[in-house]
């Protein structure tokens, strides 16, 4: 079982770049594919971006040329840098660890971003 802390969140102003980091703890960081999903008030959770152990990463369309996931397998954890922010990305953004041989998901608190002026 793997625990998840993210860190990062906050108040910025459109335009400005925020940078969330997910620290890792309890299994082999490794088995995950590390992810960021988001929530805004009265929609669904989506993804935003994903990362396998090997550094293959896709990201939303939505994201897409503003936000980069990266993650350091050595210290296992997983950063989200987001540029451009607009206020459509105000939201809580959750770290996701998906287990590669089990499926299991595992999810962090949450860490709130607003965007606004």
């Known amino acids: 079982q793997v625990q998840l802390v993210e860190s990062g969140g906050g108040l910025v102003q459109p335009g400005g770049s925020l940078r969330l980091s997910c620290a890792a703890s309890g299994s082999n960081f490794l088995f995950y594919r590390m992810g960021w999903y988001r929530q805004a008030p009265g929609k669904q959770r989506e993804l935003v971006a994903i990362?396998?152990?090997?550094?293959?990463?896709n990201h939303a369309d939505s994201v897409k040329g503003r936000s980069t996931i990266s993650r350091d397998n050595a210290k296992n954890t997983v950063s989200l840098q987001m540029n451009s922010l607009k206020p459509e990305d105000t939201a809580v953004y959750y770290c996701?660890?998906?287990?590669?041989?089990?499926?299991?998901?595992?999810w962090g608190q949450g860490t709130q971003v607003t965007v606004s002026s």
């Open positions: 996701n660890a998906n287990n590669v041989i089990t499926s299991k998901d595992y």
């Open positions: 990362i396998t152990s090997g550094g293959h990463s």
